[in-house]
């Protein structure tokens, strides 16, 4: 089997704290494991300047390179392209999304770099994957630098509606660079279908059939790979952390009260502010509910050089302080917020506890906490999911309560709907869900991308054929 070579802004080498490394990063291992390869991407550390090579850490048949991102282009291209541009606009936030032609230099640059710096250890015969949405005009890049490899791209975010992207002023060199690969994937139907329109609308390109497109003089694969979680990770992880300190310790302070969890990292893209607002209707909606249920969200801190990361911060704790001040008691607290990290398999064990789960992001390309509260639940006596319909999981978890998360009233109704819920309801709904995360499992979405990216004819095998 042809060797891979991963490209991602971050990169997971594995290290003391490896244990610690999310799903993706594990199955992305695992993948270069197997066939071995290169993993190639950003250190996670800043310097004065960016490095001139990268640090190389070979483990066992794969590569690990990484570069250290000096301030300026850390800036413009992470704190700024990357998240203050794309990430806001791909999650439907034009109001929070900034235009700065420096900041989009400073992507370019950083884009163009990597290909310089990955390029020499590229072999004859490997494939390259490309991950998210730092990394779109590096395809490009390794096109100009004389790369015909079979490279596939895929994007973790939503990929915005037309009218949306267009507001970009660099949207169509971001479009063509896409169109450098030979097979881009999405999490889901919708933002296929915003690609496709973007290609036949404004692209004058053309869909030759179900997956093939042809824009900008090149046939290019799209298709929808929904991502999923390790299969049997997090059921086994919840088991054991069930029986552990944490999650012990969590029930004691309960006292028989129910739990609502939401985990997130601190973005506004995941609705915590009108998933607070719902919280306090539900409470006042609901007023049996006071004293006997409380709230636990754990937000860990994310991109806090960014403006907008430091609003949402300000915005939440206001709103924290506000429902305990209102609604709590001397012995109950109705919302618990937390920026603390915790490890995957603690989490696991809060959601096996909690009896609903409340994932209300406003926007996002999949959302995989969904998919690990439902793999975390007891199968006789599973909790309840409120689910984003603005979610990518919504498309596959539909037997959730799905929700608004702009109409709190609704949100709240949802909740008071997963405490109320008889046991045979949550037995059927909870079966269904754990039946397509079974399915669609982080191994299957890799090997799915794999296969398809395999099938891609090489430059040789073109010339052969010609
Ligand atoms: C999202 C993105 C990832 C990113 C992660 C954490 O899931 O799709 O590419 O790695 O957020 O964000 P960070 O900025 O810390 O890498």
Same mark, same amino acid.
């Given at each position: 089997?042809?060797?891979?070579?991963?490209?991602?802004?971050?990169?997971?080498?594995?290290?003391?704290?490896?244990?610690?490394?999310?799903?993706?990063?594990v199955?992305?291992?695992?993948?270069?494991?197997?066939?071995?390869?290169?993993?190639?991407?950003?250190?996670?550390?800043?310097?004065?300047?960016?490095a001139e090579?990268?640090?190389?850490?070979e483990?066992?048949?794969?590569?690990?390179?990484?570069?250290?991102?000096?301030?300026k282009?850390?800036?413009?291209?992470?704190?700024?392209?990357?998240?203050?541009?794309?990430?806001?606009?791909?999650?439907?936030?034009?109001?929070?999304?900034?235009?700065?032609?420096?900041?989009?230099?400073?992507?370019?640059?950083?884009?163009?770099?990597?290909?310089?710096?990955?390029?020499?250890?590229?072999?004859?015969d490997?494939h390259?994957?490309?991950?998210?949405? &730092?990394?779109?005009?590096?395809g490009?890049?390794?096109?100009?630098?004389?790369?015909? &490899?079979?490279?596939?791209?895929?994007?973790?975010?939503?990929?915005?509606?037309?009218?949306?992207?267009?507001?970009l002023?660099?949207?169509?060199?971001?479009?063509?660079?896409?169109?450098?690969?030979?097979?881009?994937?999405?999490q889901?139907?919708?933002?296929?279908?915003?690609f496709?329109?973007?290609?036949?609308?404004?692209?004058?390109?053309?869909?030759?059939?179900?997956?093939?497109?042809?824009?900008?003089?090149?046939?290019?694969?799209?298709?929808?790979?929904?991502?999923?979680?390790?299969?049997?990770q997090?059921?086994?992880?919840?088991?054991?952390?069930?029986?552990q300190?944490?999650?012990?310790?969590?029930?004691?302070?309960?006292?028989?009260?129910?739990?609502?969890?939401?985990?997130?990292?601190?973005?506004?893209?995941?609705?915590?502010?009108?998933?607070?607002?719902?919280?306090?209707?539900?409470?006042?909606?609901?007023?049996?509910?006071?004293g006997?249920?409380?709230?636990m969200?754990?937000?860990?801190?994310?991109?806090?050089?960014?403006?907008?990361?430091?609003?949402?911060?300000?915005?939440?704790?206001?709103?924290?302080?506000?429902?305990?001040?209102?609604?709590?008691?001397?012995?109950?607290?109705?919302?618990?917020?937390?920026t603390?990290?915790?490890?995957?398999?603690?989490?696991?064990?809060?959601?096996?506890?909690?009896?609903?789960?409340?994932?209300?992001?406003?926007?996002?390309?999949?959302?995989?906490?969904?998919?690990?509260?439902?793999?975390?639940?007891?199968?006789?006596?599973?909790?309840?999911?409120?689910?984003?319909?603005?979610a990518?999981?919504?498309?596959?978890?539909?037997?959730?309560?799905?929700?608004?998360?702009?109409?709190?009233?609704?949100?709240?109704?949802?909740?008071?709907?997963?405490?109320v819920?008889?046991?045979?309801?949550?037995?059927?709904?909870?079966?269904?869900?754990?039946?397509?995360?079974?399915?669609?499992?982080?191994?299957?979405?890799?090997?799915?991308?794999?296969?398809?990216?395999?099938?891609?004819?090489?430059?040789?095998?073109?010339?052969?054929?010609?």
């Amino acid at each position: 089997m042809s060797r891979l070579v991963v490209v991602s802004n971050r990169v997971a080498v594995p290290d003391a704290q490896s244990a610690t490394a999310g799903g993706l990063a594990v199955a992305l291992r695992d993948a270069l494991q197997s066939c071995g390869g290169v993993w190639f991407g950003w250190s996670g550390k800043t310097a004065a300047q960016t490095a001139e090579t990268p640090s190389i850490t070979e483990i066992g048949p794969v590569t690990y390179a990484t570069l250290d991102l000096g301030r300026k282009d850390y800036n413009e291209y992470y704190n700024g392209f990357a998240n203050r541009t794309l990430w806001p606009l791909f999650h439907y936030r034009l109001d929070l999304a900034e235009f700065s032609h420096e900041n989009y230099a400073g992507y370019l640059r950083v884009n163009t770099l990597f290909a310089e710096k990955v390029r020499p250890l590229i072999g004859d015969d490997d494939h390259i994957w490309v991950h998210d949405y &730092h990394m779109i005009p590096l395809g490009r890049e390794l096109r100009a630098l004389g790369i015909e &490899h079979p490279m596939g791209f895929y994007l973790h975010t939503p990929f915005p509606a037309m009218e949306v992207l267009l507001a970009l002023p660099s949207h169509a060199l971001l479009v063509e660079s896409l169109c450098a690969y030979d097979v881009v994937g999405f999490q889901t139907e919708n933002d296929l279908r915003a690609f496709r329109d973007y290609i036949v609308h404004e692209a004058n390109g053309e869909e030759l059939d179900a997956t093939t497109m042809r824009a900008y003089g090149r046939l290019v694969h799209t298709e929808v790979f929904p991502i999923g979680i390790e299969r049997g990770q997090m059921e086994a992880a919840a088991e054991r952390a069930v029986e552990q300190g944490a999650a012990r310790r969590l029930e004691r302070t309960l006292h028989n009260r129910s739990l609502m969890i939401g985990v997130d990292r601190l973005d506004y893209s995941k609705g915590i502010p009108d998933r607070f607002k719902s919280f306090e209707r539900f409470l006042e909606l609901y007023p049996a509910h006071r004293g006997q249920v409380s709230m636990m969200q754990i937000a860990p801190l994310s991109r806090s050089e960014v403006p907008e990361y430091k609003n949402i911060r300000d915005t939440l704790e206001g709103q924290a302080g506000y429902i305990n001040g209102r609604y709590g008691d001397f012995d109950w607290m109705p919302l618990h917020y937390l920026t603390k990290n915790f490890q995957r398999e603690t989490l696991a064990g809060f959601f096996r506890l909690s009896r609903v789960g409340v994932v209300t992001p406003l926007r996002d390309g999949m959302n995989l906490v969904a998919k690990e509260y439902v793999a975390s639940q007891d199968p006789q006596y599973p909790g309840v999911l409120v689910l984003s319909r603005f979610a990518g999981a919504a498309r596959e978890l539909d037997t959730a309560l799905l929700v608004n998360p702009y109409d709190h009233d609704a949100v709240a109704a949802a909740l008071n709907q997963g405490l109320v819920m008889s046991l045979e309801e949550r037995r059927e709904r909870w079966q269904s869900m754990m039946a397509k995360v079974r399915e669609n499992s982080l191994e299957h979405w890799r090997e799915r991308f794999l296969k398809v990216l395999r099938a891609v004819p090489t430059p040789m095998a073109l010339q052969s054929s010609r």
